[in-house]
């Protein structure tokens, strides 16, 4: 006999449904019932630095694109600093770097806009490159995919990064790099996500 | 110096896997390499924060959050509560749950939704809180009927509440599914079953709580919900700089 440690166990994980709306965005459901549904402006009014789009669609093992995808977004200011107690100092007023977007229910085309982030640090070897951690629920998606998406303009940041740097295998890097392109004068970084597949994007156990 | 370290890494022997042929639709959106193990830096062990100014009060009661004046859904019932706490059982303050459900009949309000049970026109089915200094929480609902689904021909989800908590950090998000004490359709659902540790599973069933029960108005069930841990000794690797 030993003695017994106290810990508890994480609760397990369930698939967020097909009805994940209602919960996390009624409006897309198809009804209003909250004064604010949370996560639609990720920046705020004052925030500093680029401002930018970010889009893409979830592809799934079959090629077809992932029409009830919840994605949410964490990321750190043009400063990069996380707005949180042990962010790295103080944010913009309004500037909270969280959002959560849906899928187009025909499509599958979901976006947002928002800053570019600064680097933030790294756990012990240098800074890392500008990122923007992403979230991803579904029916069928047992445990919540996690990611992060860099930005292809930022190529040597990206060159040194601790995390990108422990992905053994360099060709797997890229499907984490968002293309930079131009639309009507604004700057849109498209980030197809691949669940499955020769380019399945990377997945991260954080 | 000593400062709160890294959260415990997450048991994916007890959570359920990516893919499970079982849940059907599991099959192509499950990822098929293994997942990169990161350890935490400070985009993961930061996370968003929410305030009472995010949320209104009556936001938690799903009986009232949609109703017309007057008037409440149909159904039993029912207070759900309980607390968020952590793998070293300390309560999680402050943070954000939300929760969503079909309506008694096991209709949920949702254009995608085409089963013949009737949509409640008393009834949202959702609600959203936030937990107090105690990690504490509590929603006021209807019972959720069960309702069939299109995976083997003749499936039937277990009543069930979907919960979508936040914790701290981006490392803690976590969503899952809270199921009621004595429902026999359980055993046999292949979504609770995508879950392959038994004691994992009793985890999320919540107790009927007599003593939290209402007389002559509410029954009540109490869930717990426990979020990761978190290592805080002095021989804990340093997370920023060089
Ligand atoms: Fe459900």
């Keep these: 006999m030993t003695q017994s440690l106290d810990y508890l166990k994480e609760t397990a994980s369930q698939t967020a449904g097909p009805y994940v709306h209602i919960g996390l965005a009624p409006g897309a459901a198809g009804f209003d019932i909250y004064r604010q549904e949370l996560g639609w402006d990720i920046a705020g009014p004052n925030a500093r630095g680029e401002r930018i789009r970010v889009e893409g669609i979830v592809i ?118 968002a293309k930079r392109t131009e639309r009507d004068g604004q700057t849109v970084y498209r980030f197809d996500i691949r669940l499955q597949g020769e380019e399945e994007t990377v997945f991260f156990d954080i | 110096m000593t400062k709160p370290g890294e959260y415990y890494q997450r048991d994916r022997m007890w959570h359920p896997p990516a893919y499970d042929k079982d849940y059907k639709t599991s099959v192509t959106r499950s990822p098929q390499y293994s997942l990169i193990s990161l350890q935490n830096s400070v985009s993961e062990i930061t996370g968003p924060t929410f305030g009472h100014n995010d949320v209104d009060p009556l936001d938690n009661d799903l009986i009232k959050n949609y109703a017309q004046p007057g008037q409440s859904p149909i159904g039993e019932r029912i207070i759900v ?89 981006f490392a803690q998000r976590l969503i899952t599914q809270m199921y009621f004490e004595g429902d026999p359709l359980i055993a046999s659902c292949p979504i609770v079953n995508t879950i392959r540790d038994k004691a994992a599973v009793g985890q999320l ?10 007389p002559l108005d509410s029954i009540a069930y109490k869930f717990d919900i426990v979020l990761r841990g978190r290592r805080s000794t002095m021989f ?7």
Aim: proline share 6%; hydrophobic share 35%; with cysteine.
């Design chain 1, 60 to 177: 799934d093992g079959t090629g077809s694109p992932v029409k009830d995808v919840l994605l949410e977004a964490w990321q750190a200011n043009a400063d990069g600093i996380y707005a949180h107690p042990e962010g790295g100092g103080e944010v913009e007023d309004g500037f909270r770097g969280w959002g959560r977007v849906i899928t187009d229910f025909a499509t599958g085309e979901w976006g947002f806009d928002t800053v570019k982030p600064g680097s933030t640090p790294g756990r012990n070897i240098g800074p890392q490159a500008p990122h923007i951690n992403l979230w991803i629920v579904a029916r069928g998606i047992n445990i919540g995919l996690n990611t992060r998406l860099y930005f292809e303009d930022e190529a040597e940041a990206n060159a040194a990064d601790p995390v990108l740097n422990l992905i053994e295998w360099e060709r797997r890097r890229a499907t984490l790099i």
């Design chain 2, 81 to 169: 509560h309980g607390r968020v706490l952590d793998e070293n059982g300390r309560p999680v303050p402050n943070t954000l749950v939300e929760v969503w459900q079909a309506n008694a009949g096991g209709r949920y309000r949702h254009k995608k939704d085409t089963y013949l049970a009737p949509i409640d026109p008393n009834f949202g089915g959702c609600g959203r809180t936030i937990t107090d200094e105690n990690g504490y929480y509590f929603f006021r609902t209807v019972k959720p009927g069960a309702y069939p689904w299109r995976n083997w021909v003749n499936d039937w989800r277990p009543a069930h509440i979907h919960l979508s908590i936040f914790g701290h950090a």
């Design chain 2, 236 to 242: 804990e690797n340093r997370l920023e700089g060089n």
């Design chain 2, 205 to 214: 069933i919540a107790a009927l709580d007599k003593n939290a029960t209402i």
